[in-house]
């Protein structure tokens, strides 16, 4: 077996382990952090140890290009963040702040 055959590469940018939509930077970030793969596999338990070994030995053999990778990833990500920070809230956000807003003034009143 290949270790590519672990993976599926939907996207430049979406590497998942095969059979799972668990993608290789949710275990590469695992392991940047200090995570062993034991460890790995109790936060990501529905993966095995096998699985997770292949994608930090795919994630050392390739490290350039995993880290442009994981990269891309975190930048993509605080975009798709700002982008919602920056957009109006729906209707439904909205209500919700209301009634939120007004419970907390509520109990400021009976304080």
């Given at each position: 077996m290949q270790l590519e055959d672990y993976f599926e590469f939907l996207h430049?940018?979406?590497i998942r382990i095969k059979g799972h939509r668990i993608g290789i930077d949710d275990v590469i970030d695992y392991y940047l952090q200090g995570y062993s793969p034991e460890q790995i596999l109790e936060e990501l338990p529905t993966l095995n140890l096998e699985k997770v070994h292949a994608t930090i030995?795919?994630?050392?053999?390739?490290?350039?290009?995993?880290?442009a990778y994981m990269l891309r990833l975190a930048r993509w990500r605080e975009e798709r963040y700002q982008e919602w920070l920056a957009a109006e809230p729906s209707p439904v956000v909205k209500r919700i702040r209301a009634i939120k807003a007004q419970r907390e003034q509520e109990l400021l009143n009976r304080s």
């Open positions: 430049p940018d979406d030995t795919y994630y050392l053999h390739n490290r350039a290009e995993m880290d």
